[in-house]
């Protein structure tokens, strides 16, 4: 049988998604609860995997299980066992062709940066930061040439074990929201600190570092070290994964609560 979980986290306790040995990580976590549960040893595939730090409001995850258990106990009974930075949302039943990374259409992340002169208290860990005023509409220029099929060598970190930097931006929108401004990038997959390379190459140009057009020069040298260093993990959600209807999973939850929240106690 395999079924597929809804899964939300914090991730500033965590060294990251993927399971590695001696320290703590979302997948390590999730698959001990399980293994406990089913009595056997399970293992997760997930629909994209966060760096260090990376928080998510809509990850999916699938495993396969001999075992019949009422939903409850894949849902309530994992929650009383793995940390408390980490919530089962749901858990369906699924056909054994559906696979958490490789049925993913599109997956969407928004970074929050808090953009004012002093650092933040509450929410410290939760949202990236710049004291500097940031042009947002300098940015959204910016952030056009990046739309489309292209090469992303330019925001790909030397430790990615992806085949091809090609991937393809379907939308990457900025507003801002009181004193957050708000990134949103949706793509049918990234590479390795890719959202947050983009981010920090993004604030550069909001910040009067360099000219909207050096977005385009650095997208077409395919050479990393021109772009802007790689961006704190700490304002980055992985918000949306976008399947075929078809598969009737459970639609993700408005992100805008988390947004008003912020903005309200940042106005």
């Not at 809509?58 to 299980?65: E, M, P, S």
């Not at 949706?186 to 977005?215: C, Q």
């Amino acid at each position: 049988m395999r079924l597929a979980l809804g899964i939300e986290y914090d991730g500033s306790a965590f060294f990251g998604w993927q399971l590695q040995p001696d320290i703590a990580t979302i997948q390590g976590e999730i698959e001990a609860g399980l293994s406990q549960i089913a009595g056997e040893p399970v293992r997760v595939f997930c629909a994209g995997r966060t760096d260090a730090g990376v928080h998510a409001t809509y990850q999916i995850v699938h495993f396969d299980t001999t075992v019949i258990r009422p939903s409850g106990a894949w849902v309530r009974g994992l929650n009383a066992l793995i940390s408390n930075d980490i919530s089962i949302r749901w858990v369906k039943e699924v056909s054994l062709n559906f696979h958490a990374r490789y049925s993913a259409l599109r997956r969407t992340y928004r970074y929050l940066l808090l953009n004012r002169a002093q650092r933040p208290g509450l929410f410290a860990k939760n949202v990236g930061w710049y004291h500097k005023k940031l042009d947002v509409c300098a940015m959204r220029s910016a952030a056009s040439a990046l739309i489309g099929q292209n090469d992303f060598s330019a925001f790909r970190s030397s430790e990615c074990q992806a085949n091809t930097p090609i991937r393809v931006i379907d939308g990457l929108y900025i507003r801002s929201i009181g004193e957050i401004i708000v990134f949103e990038i949706t793509a049918n997959a990234f590479l390795h600190h890719m959202v947050r390379n983009i981010v920090g190459t993004l604030v550069y140009i909001g910040a009067g570092k360099r000219p909207v057009d050096w977005m385009e020069e650095i997208l077409i040298s395919r050479n990393r070290a021109l772009a802007a260093p790689t961006f704190s993990p700490n304002g980055l959600y992985l918000t949306s994964i976008d399947y075929d209807p078809d598969w009737a999973l459970p639609v993700p939850g408005s992100f805008s609560d988390l947004e008003t929240a912020l903005t309200s106690l940042t106005a």
